[in-house]
């Protein structure tokens, strides 16, 4: 059990990293007029929420 929730934390880690680095990318963008439609920002938060909460419950449990 412990190490599934460790290896949850890990893909909700790499989540964050990968939609903190999408959302600098989407800073940098040329065109301003080009959005994406990938909430980033959210998404990272969730992920960082959800790595917390994962990490809480595998060093408790």
């Not at 939609?19 to 065109?31: K, L």
Request: charged share 15%.
């Amino acid at each position: 059990m412990q190490a599934r929730l460790w290896g949850g934390v890990a893909v909700a880690v790499t989540l964050a990293v990968v939609s903190g680095w999408a959302e600098a990318r989407r800073g940098r963008r040329g065109d301003p007029d080009r959005v994406g439609w990938v909430p980033w920002r959210t998404l990272q938060f969730a992920a960082l929420l959800t790595a917390l909460l994962l990490t809480s419950v595998a060093l408790n449990g």
